[in-house]
């Protein structure tokens, strides 16, 4: 009796430490919004963007350093460099759009990153499109009309900055796909960091407003909740499937809701949640094929700012 429910109880416990953990990678990746919202517009977007990856690559300097000692070929230099070259104008525009429309409709249109890479996969990389995979995305981005409702309001800058972040930041994963293939995570993620930075240096310089002691403090914060996040959503998706944890996922958006609203004085609009629901419930079911039918298929979860 004792022996036959052992492999029940550890699977249990593994959900349980899987679930904690992704409840810790959302809280942290709320964390990240919070702390650029309350920045906002107190400096330019190119210059909060390059203060956040310097402090991260301090985070991230144990895996660096070996990397570059070792080095790279021509080839892999060439896709850090595009990988970077996309990611410094997604992450000026998510900048520039958690500044100027609410948290809640940030992260909620920043599901859009995995469906892109869905279908970039599928059109880029031949990866094969099942009718289920098809369904999924169709009701990921009706979910997304939901939240935007075109032609029911006005449509402002910032959402149209979030939108075409998505898109790019999707095509930076597709990248990192490829890229994953050939090097280890970790120095992916550490890579990207160091051209982002290095990119995003003039384009802050051109722009710079010399921050005070407090903007600095917080968005450090920003780079620490952004290496906590990847932390723990790695170590949750180690701990149990992603079946368990893939739906964990809406609750930040519930967070991001609950902060604007408490934090920032930002309407709760139910047609975010709602429409954010069914992109997450599309995001899990494509997440849960992916791992079935492909081990080692590295889509990325829904999250935007999740390299931010």
Known sequence: MTLTST????????????IGWMLLAGLSFVGVNGTVRWVGTSLPAAEGAFLRFIFGLAFLLPVLLPALKAGFSRRIWGLFVLRGGLHIV???????????????????????????????AALLMGERLSWRRTL?????????????????????PGHLSQIAASIIFGTSYLVAKRLSEEVPAAVVVAMMSLVVSVGLAPVAAAVWVPPNLTQVLVLCSTAAFATLGHYAMTRAFTAAPLTVTQPVVFLQLIWASLLGALVFHEPMDIWVLVGGALMIGAISYITWREARLRRGAITPPADVPREA
Do not use: C, K
């Not at 699977?11 to 349980?16: A, F, H, K, T, Y």
């Not at 599901?111 to 970039?120: A, C, E, Q, R, S």
């Not at 999924?136 to 935007?148: C, E, Q, S, T």
């Open 7 to 18: 492999p029940t109880v550890s699977r249990s416990r593994g959900d349980l430490i899987g």
């Open 90 to 120: 997604a992450v000026i525009l998510w900048f520039y759009a958690m500044a100027n429309i609410t948290v809640a409709e940030v992260t909620a249109i920043g599901y859009l990153n995995p469906i892109v890479v869905t279908l970039g």
């Open 136 to 156: 999924a995305i169709v009701v990921a981005l009706l979910g997304a009309m939901i939240v935007l409702r075109p032609g029911l309001r006005t449509l402002e």
